[in-house]
């Protein structure tokens, strides 16, 4: 079974920080890797969308970064602020088959 | 825009009920899928659908069984609910693969079974 493993599981930071969350995974023939913001009781909002031709993509404060040779993922996110406050999940898509593994998500804290 | 629509939201079960979520989305998506979620886990898939017609077992299938109604809609049908099926379900869907693969999912339907 392929594995998806976000470390670290709760992460609280002050405002203002930068920080970068971590996603490691064993599939080998990902087709794509996505991050997913979940607030509380809510479904999940995709931020942020890698094909495995890309090594990075960037959406406002957030940047994400695709590694296959070593099985990484990150997400950054600059200039933290209290709404930013969530579980951030990646997910991949391998060629293998039509599902995505998702990870267990670390859930962020940002503190006024 | 609607997206992707759950319902119910919230659903109470007693063991050994039957029950069906449903989901419909207006993207014109190909594929659409069914997830359950749990504490400390990450989300697993219980059945999808990579087109109209066609449905294909997940990673947790196991008392749940699907119905492409349509290309809009893809119900999930608990059967014989068991306390183990207590979960948050998320319905989701895609274009096709081959095109972006970027997920849509739903708000999510809470049920706890009894």
């Known amino acids: 079974k392929q594995e998806v493993t976000q470390i670290p599981a709760a992460l609280s930071v002050p405002e203002g920080e930068n920080l970068v969350l971590n996603c490691s995974f064993t599939?080998?023939?990902?087709?794509?890797l996505q991050w997913f913001r979940q607030d509380p009781g809510k479904g999940l909002t995709s931020l942020l969308l890698?094909?495995?031709?890309?090594r990075e993509q960037t959406s406002g404060r957030l940047n994400a970064s695709l590694d296959k040779s070593s099985g990484r993922s990150t997400l950054y996110i600059a200039a933290s602020q209290p709404g930013d406050s969530a579980t951030y999940l990646c997910a991949h898509k391998s060629y293998n088959n039509n599902d995505m593994r998702f990870g267990a998500g670390t859930r962020l804290t940002v503190k006024p | 825009n609607a997206g992707v629509t759950q319902t119910p939201k919230f659903q109470v079960l007693k063991t050994g009920q039957s029950m069906t979520l449903q989901c419909a989305q207006d993207?014109?998506?190909?594929?659409m899928y069914w997830y359950r979620q749990d504490p400390g886990m990450g989300l697993r898939l219980i059945y999808y659908?990579?087109?109209?017609?066609?449905?294909d077992k997940g990673e947790v299938p196991n008392g749940y069984n699907v119905s492409r109604l349509n290309k809009r809609e893809f119900s999930l049908r608990l059967e014989s609910a068991a306390p183990s099926q207590t979960s948050v379900y998320f319905c989701?869907?895609?274009?096709?693969?081959?095109?972006?693969?970027?997920?849509?999912f739903g708000e999510g339907s809470r049920l706890t079974v009894l």
């Open positions: 989701a869907s895609s274009e096709e693969a081959g095109v972006t693969g970027e997920l849509f």
């Open positions: 659908s990579a087109s109209e017609g066609t449905t």
């Open positions: 599939d080998s023939a990902i087709y794509n």
């Open positions: 993207m014109n998506h190909n594929s």
């Open positions: 890698i094909q495995s031709s890309q």
